[in-house]
């Protein structure tokens, strides 16, 4: 069995896991949707989702990746409703539950100034005023009202761990151009 409309789609280069199906929402072939991000503008700004099957359990009704074509999304509740071209019914819509949701980084809305998605974060070199090397995001955690980075270094040829909070109080800049963040902290904090 498989949803006719759905045609077979190259995962861009850029994608990025953004949410997965939950299951079919109403009668209409509205699917209801788990984002990964309290704030899902990715979702609703792109027109052009990518789907591929879960890594473990569940099916189904397609292999590979897949594009969608989304009609509207909209905040529902703690989760997202979404209606598709190729998603006639419920019946359609419920061959979808569990399918991963990736967009193209392309398409996120811009930032405002000193705003950063967290995708654009992991990986960056984290340094110090004095030049010392912290180590490499690894992570970020949302802990309450601030968020924390999570650096993988190595000390003693172990992999070690170090957070620092990503607040004005501790970060001097980010740099996404150079992939470092400068930050007022000691590598014995």
Not at 80 to 100: F, N
Not at 120 to 145: C, F, M, Q, Y
Request: charged letters at 30%; proline letters at 7%.
């Amino acid at each position: 069995m498989s949803v006719p409309g759905l045609e077979p789609a190259e995962l861009p280069a850029d994608a990025v896991e953004v949410g997965r199906i939950l299951d079919a929402w109403g009668v209409k072939g509205w699917i209801k949707i788990q984002p990964y991000s309290a704030s899902p503008e990715a979702l609703f700004s792109s027109k052009r989702w990518f789907l591929q099957p879960p890594e473990r359990g569940g099916k189904v009704a397609f292999s590979g990746t897949v594009r969608l074509s989304v009609k509207s999304a909209r905040d529902h509740a703690d989760s997202v409703v979404a209606s598709a071209h190729e998603v006639a019914d419920r019946d359609a819509a419920e061959q979808l539950k569990g399918a991963r949701i990736f967009v193209s980084r392309e398409s996120f809305p811009t930032p405002e100034e000193g705003e950063y998605y967290w995708v654009d974060l992991i990986g960056l070199a984290v340094v110090n005023r004095e030049g010392v090397s912290l180590g490499e995001v690894k992570d970020l955690l949302a802990t309450g009202p601030q968020t924390t980075l999570v650096l993988e270094y190595e000390e003693a040829d172990k992999p070690r761990e170090r957070m620092i909070p990503f607040v004005d109080a501790y970060v001097d800049s980010v740099d996404l151009a150079a992939k470092r963040i400068t930050v007022d902290w000691q590598p014995d904090y």
